[in-house]
Every structure is written in C-alpha cells, then in structure tokens.
C-alpha cells in the first residue's frame, strides 16, 4: 500500500482561523453548524468562548467528556438550546425526556435491547437486506446510496422492532424524513437568541406536516397493534411495539409518551444507522485498497461450506467493522452532544458555569489533532483488533457516553455489519463521476446532495 492510498482525505470543513462576527456565527449555525469551529476546537483540550447569546466550552479532553457525561452527569441536564430544537418533534421521547419520564422510558424499552433480544433481530435483519439488494439487480445508471441506506434501515428497523406492522408508505417515509430534518432539525435563529416560545420559529412551521405525517404514522400503527393485541391475545409479536403498549399504566408510561417513543425510534432510530451505511460505502468507494480487503475478508466469510448465524458476523468480520467504526469516526451520526450545567461546576482549571453550553462535540472530538494521528484520513486500521485498546473510552463517542449512551448501540452494529457484508458480496459501490459530498448537519451528519452511486454485480 503505498502512502497516498493510506492518506486518502475525505471532505470535510476547513477549521477557520480567525472571529466569527454573530450575524455570520447565526447564519452559519443555521446552514451548517460544522463549518463554524475554528483551530482551537481541533487542537485545544478545551476552548472557553463568549458569545453573544451563551458562555459555551467545547469538550474535547477525553477526562473531561467523562467528567460531563458519567462522573458529574446529576449536574448536568439537556442543553436548552437542544431541547428546544428537538422537544417539538420527539416531546417526551427517549432522546429528549428528562428525569422521571427519561428513567420510566429507558424501564421500559431495556428488554427489547438485551444481547439475547438483539441477536434474535439477527436473521430478519439478513432477510430484509436480501429483499432489500434485490433492487439493485439490473441497475442502469445512478442511485442515491444514502436515500436507499434510509429505506433500507427503516425497512430494518420495521421488521425487528415492529414485526413489519409500521402504517404507511416507505418511499414517503423517506421523503418526509428528509423534510423534517431539513426544516425543524435545524437551528433556527430565534432559539439562538433566546427569544420567548410564543414567537413562532420559521423552521418548525416549515416542518409541519412532515410532523403531522410522522404523528399520523404512530398513531395507525399504535391502533393496528392494539386491534391486534385484543383479538389475538399472546399470539401477537412480543417485540419494541407490543412491549411499550404493554407499559401504558399508571406506574408506567402514558399514552402520550409511548407515542413519543415510537416516533423517536421511527424518526430518529433508523437514520443514524442509514447516513454511518451511506458515509461506509462512500469512503470505500474512493479508498478501493480498502474495499478491496473488505471483499476479501467478506468472500472468505460467506463462502465457507457453513456459513455462521448471522448474530455472529460483528466478531467474525473485524476489517468490515473497522470500515464501518472508522466512517462514524470521521462522520458522526450524531455529530453534537450538548449539555448545560445545573450548579456551577470545575474540571481540574476549567470552570464550568451554571447555564453554560457545554458542547461535547464527536466531530470536533473524532477529528482532534491531540488524540488521532492524522485524523483527517480514512483509515481503517485504527480499529483493526489489535489497535482498538490504544483508543481512549472517552475519546470516540458516536453512540455518546453515561447513562445516556445510545440504547440502541448494540442493534445498530450488528445491523450495520449484517447489511454491510450483504450488500458488499453481492455488489460494488463506486461514485458517480466527481462529485464530492459536502457533509451538512442536520441532527444527524448528511451528505449535502446525496450520495449518488453506481452499483454493480460482483458474482
């Protein structure tokens, strides 16, 4: 391998160098909060900065994340600015709810998220991918790999969580996904600003109906499950829907907040998986040395006389889960983690102030030049087995950390490593023509234009 395929640079902002005047710093929050931060926030443990709406400190010391997140979590609650972005689609979802509400939510979904639970999601992950890559067969021209990474994970994620019983259409789901997070999954600039929450944000109003869409869905699928649970008694699917029903009670969830989490999943479960899928084959694309090895190491795999259940497959492919590790590495799902301290609190010489934005950032994190060697390089081999314990718990967070870190962590690899090695040996993914994807933030990190594709038979 020669030292210009190990050095392939994906795109990404340029750290600035100099002020950002507030009217730019609003505008550029509201167009792409990843082209803001500048040198520091790459190369200082921390920055402390005064803005004109917030004291915000950028966290990117591995002690200190853990300071925030696990040792000092009691005091430190969402970050308002946060929750007034999320709040209106998800409410009380497990991503936005705090304190009791949070703790009933997490009860009740944890035994749907068990290693046992998961590794039985296993097999209709495989056969959904299956049916899925069938609609690559015969491709002509071009496809939007990260549009079809949507619909793949939602096609997942109905078929496991909800046994295939989600109401709609998913080609509309897709499109609306798209709307919703391009309008109320932004900042909008009055949130910025502090203003009072009568005034009308432009962003969310935008976003209506992709919501009410949303809200219409949960609402069809709640009652189908519901028709079916009092006809068929326990002969209906234990699965994430019927137990969250189940949990409807005075000393469980309310109707309002079941409905809240089934959006969360619905919405926001399925797209962090399908933009991590969608940055895998892109980068794979324009580093083929790379995909090369993971061809490899798939065909191997697949082509034993007995091939292994596929719960068994994130163990068994550790150059394919590197790929997939390393691609959240460089393109965080979820690319902020925002806090705000409810006491005034200090880590070592770094005062953190009660109502100060705290951003734990893993773009900012993943990218920083005191923990990564050449960390703007796609390279793999960073989570190759015998390197992954040279990586700090604290320092590469794309599924978060504390008693917040993603329930769904678990699920998402194994669904990833399972969709991945399908579609791989069956497929190879190229870019069309030269078109770089810019990445943009949008609740989760996106590829500004999509990610258009050629997608050809291998056997």
């Known amino acids: 391998m020669d030292t210009v395929q190990a050095a392939f640079v994906p795109p990404a902002p340029i750290p600035r160098t100099g002020p950002v005047g507030t009217l730019q710093l609003i505008r550029t929050i509201y167009r792409n909060p990843l082209e803001l931060w500048g040198e520091p926030s790459y190369n200082e443990p921390w920055v402390s900065i005064d803005w004109s709406f917030a004291h915000t400190i950028i966290a990117n010391d591995p002690g200190l994340i853990r300071h925030v997140l ?11 600015v946060r929750q007034r972005i999320l709040r209106p ?5 497990l991503l936005t709810a705090e304190g009791d509400v949070w703790k009933r939510s997490r009860k009740a979904m944890a035994p749907v998220f068990t290693p046992r639970h998961i590794h039985g999601f296993a097999e209709a992950m495989k056969r ?16 939007d790999v990260s549009r079809d990474m949507t619909m793949l994970t939602y096609d997942i994620l109905a078929e496991t969580l909800f046994s295939g019983e989600i109401a ?6 897709s499109h609306e996904v798209d709307r919703l997070f391009e309008t109320m999954g932004r ?5 910025l600003l502090g203003a009072p929450a009568w ?19 949960v609402a069809n699928t709640m009652e189908m499950r519901k028709t079916r649970m009092e006809k ?9 829907l019927t137990l969250l029903l189940k949990a409807e009670g005075p000393e469980g969830l309310s109707r309002a907040e079941i409905e809240d989490n089934i959006i969360t999943f619905i919405g926001a479960g399925h797209e962090t998986t399908a933009r991590a899928l969608g940055w895998t084959l892109y980068l794979l694309a324009r580093a083929p040395w790379e995909r090369d090895r993971i061809e490899q190491e798939i065909d191997a795999f697949m082509d034993q006389a007995k091939v292994p259940p596929p719960h068994a497959w994130l163990d068994a492919l550790p150059f394919t889960r590197a790929a997939f590790e390393e691609a959240m590495r460089l393109y965080p799902p979820a690319p902020s983690i925002n806090r705000e301290p409810i006491e005034d609190d200090q880590y070592k010489d770094l005062k953190l102030p009660k109502g100060a934005a705290v951003l734990v950032m893993p773009w900012t994190v993943h990218r920083h030049r005191l ?20 990586i700090d718990r604290f320092q590469y967070l794309p599924f978060g950390a504390g008693p917040r870190v993603c329930i769904g962590a678990s699920f998402a690899l194994q669904e990833a490593i399972i969709a991945l090695a399908t579609l791989l040996h069956r497929y190879r993914f190229d870019m069309a023509g030269t078109i770089k994807p810019w990445p943009v933030q949008k609740l989760t990190t996106q590829p500004d234009g999509g990610l258009p594709m050629t997608v050809t038979a291998r056997r």
């Open 187 to 191: 900042v909008d600039p009055l949130d």
């Open 70 to 80: 696990v040792d000092n979590a009691r005091n430190y609650k969402m970050a308002a």
């Open 128 to 143: 959904t991918t299956d049916v899925f890559a069938d609609r690559y067969e015969g491709l002509t021209g071009t496809t």
């Open 199 to 217: 005034l009308p944000r432009f962003t969310q109003i935008r976003g209506r109906r992709a919501l009410a869409f949303f809200r219409q869905i």
């Open 168 to 173: 709609g259409d998913p080609d509309q789901f």
């Open 371 to 390: 923990y990564w060697d050449n960390p703007e390089a796609f390279m793999p081999s960073r989570f190759h087995p015998e390197n992954r314990d040279k």
């Open 89 to 93: 689609i998800l409410r009380d979802g």
């Open 232 to 240: 068929e008694g326990d002969k209906v699917p234990n699965d994430f």
